[in-house]
Every structure is written in structure tokens, then in C-alpha cells.
């Protein structure tokens, strides 16, 4: 009868400690996100789709202050095809303004371009436009920029996953296949977490991925809670599963502007956001293909603050 006591409170106690720890570890989180500036391993990666036409320098340092305080690295700007066409040399020294003042804070510029109809054969000069314009701008500029980064999104035209998996395939492959910028420009796509629903197609595309300059891939995991079955940290699983394999680096991809309930930080706060990347970063420190976070976007970003 004793021992038969002294096992049932073994068990209480076992189960007691269970939900104990998991309190903890999350009051653990907690304060280090509170006492931290930088809360990842890894750099950070922020877009930023005005373009640098429409940005006030000025306005724009105390911004670039707190995205380097907070590990932040490269600034994706848009890339404006219409006044690049109109006016290249005007247009290179935007960027080149630009990539000074991101070099004052320790930051680099990087360029993000794509439309939904990039992974047709008909649209492949408007991605060698890019490439070239990246080519031509790190030869003479004082500051190069870093990363190309296609955010092509074919599903939002009403592709389905398979044909969206391999067009982006198909899109990298002729990346690949264009002249190379050289081992200082890394280039990289965007993709849905859901692309592995199509397990082929995205293994094709990691693959593409894999032949480009310092490959990378940024997971559009867009969840605005990390754990669970629909969580972030298990979405990307599958991913970091076909980026491990073809040795691609994976970026998880974080959203902060004005979209479903669920999927966005919006309307949270800058410690929410800054929480998730912690435990995001805790979760896939050990993957090998993991290269940090990447987070949509500047303006909405400041709005957490």
C-alpha cells in the first residue's frame, strides 16, 4: 500500500513539473528578450518596397538605428524597373545614397524584384534586366549591392502549388544558367511554406536554388504564433528537411503588415515580434541550412514601435 502512495506521488509530482518547466522556459524567454538588444544567432533581413525614390534619408537613420540594434543586416529595397529604364544613372545613385547610408549603420543594401508572371519564358529579359543592372552597379558604385532576391509569388495570379513550385524551378534555372555576379552577390527567392504540399516541385526548386550564387531560400511562414501543428517553427520543417539536402540557406520568413488574422504581427508590438524571433531562432539554431530571419516590412515594422 506504501509503495503503491509513494508512486501516485510520483506521479502528481511528475505532472506538476511538466506545465512547471514549460512556465519557465517561457518567463526565460521572456527576459532575455527584454534584456537583449539582439535576440537571434543569426542576422536578420527586413524588405522594404518603397523604393528608394520615395525614402526621406533624413527621416530614415533613427529606423536604420534600431534595425542594427536589433541584428538586422540587409534591407531589401525594391527595385524600380520603370525609373531604371528612364534614367539609369539617376537611378544608380539613389541606390548608391542609399547603400551609404545603410553602410553608416553596419547594414548592407540588398534588391528584391518579382510579379507573379516572372516564371514564363516571355518575362525572362525583365529578370536579366535586374541581374544586369546588379552587374553594371557593383562594377563602378561605391557600395555593392550584397543580395538579389526574386520574390516572384506565381500563386497570387491563381497558380496552383504544383505549376507555382516549378515555375519558380524553372525561373532559378535560368538564373543559374544567366551570367553570374560573382562570389560577393548571393541570390535567393521567396517561397510559401506551403510549397512542399507539392513535395517534387519544391525539391526541384531547392535544387535550382542550390546552383545559384550562395543559394537562399526565405520561407514565407507567415504565423504569428511559433508553436503547434500551425505553428511556424513546425511549418518550416518540411522546408529545412529540402534545404538541408540540397544545401541551400533558409531564411524564415516573418510578416508585420496589414493581412489575416493569424498569419501577421501587425497590430502587436515590437516585444511580440521580437519574442517570436527568439524562440524561432532557439528552435533552428541546430539546422544546417538555417541562415536567420527575414521580415516584411520596414514601414509596418516601425509601427511596432
Known amino acids: 500500500m506504501k509503495r503503491f502512495w509513494l508512486e501516485g506521488c510520483a506521479l502528481v509530482l511528475a505532472l506538476a513539473f511538466v506545465p512547471a518547466t514549460f512556465w519557465w522556459q517561457k518567463q526565460s524567454a521572456k527576459h532575455f528578450v527584454q534584456t537583449h538588444a539582439t535576440v537571434t544567432t543569426k542576422p536578420l533581413d527586413i524588405f522594404e518596397w518603397r523604393g528608394v525614390g520615395a525614402l526621406n534619408v533624413k527621416n530614415y ?19 524600380d524597373t520603370h525609373a531604371e529604364a528612364q534614367n539609369p544613372q539617376a537611378y544608380e545613385t539613389r541606390v548608391d545614397n542609399f547603400g551609404a547610408v545603410l553602410a553608416a549603420h553596419h547594414m548592407q543594401v540588398g534588391l528584391v524584384a518579382g510579379d507573379p508572371s516572372w516564371t514564363g519564358k516571355a518575362q525572362q529579359p525583365a529578370i536579366a ?54 562570389a560577393n552577390v548571393k541570390i535567393g527567392f521567396t517561397a510559401p511554406f506551403w510549397l512542399t504540399q507539392n513535395t517534387g516541385g519544391a525539391k526541384d526548386f531547392a535544387q535550382a536554388v542550390s546552383a545559384l550564387p550562395g543559394g537562399f531560400v526565405t520561407l514565407m511562414d507567415y504565423r504569428l504564433q511559433t508553436s503547434g501543428a500551425n505553428g511556424s517553427v513546425a511549418l518550416a520543417q518540411p522546408f529545412f528537411t529540402l534545404a538541408n539536402a540540397a544545401h541551400v540557406e533558409l531564411l524564415v520568413g516573418l510578416d508585420t503588415t496589414k493581412a489575416a488574422a493569424g498569419t501577421t504581427f501587425f497590430g502587436t508590438n515590437n516585444f511580440t515580434l521580437r519574442l517570436a524571433q527568439y524562440t524561432i531562432d532557439q528552435a533552428e539554431k541546430g539546422q544546417a541550412s538555417y541562415a536567420g530571419q527575414s521580415v516584411n516590412d520596414v514601414q509596418n515594422f516601425t509601427r511596432l514601435h
Open 61 to 79: 537613420n533613427q529606423t536604420l538605428t534600431t534595425l542594427a540594434n536589433e541584428n538586422y543586416r540587409t534591407v531589401f529595397v525594391s527595385f
Open 129 to 182: 534586366n535586374v541581374l544586369t543592372f546588379v552587374q553594371t552597379y557593383n562594377k563602378q558604385s561605391g557600395h555593392r549591392i550584397a543580395s538579389v532576391e526574386f520574390d516572384i509569388e506565381p500563386y497570387t495570379a491563381g497558380t496552383p502549388a504544383k505549376q507555382t513550385a516549378e515555375g519558380l524551378a524553372d525561373a532559378a534555372k535560368y538564373v543559374s544558367a544567366a551570367e553570374h555576379l560573382g
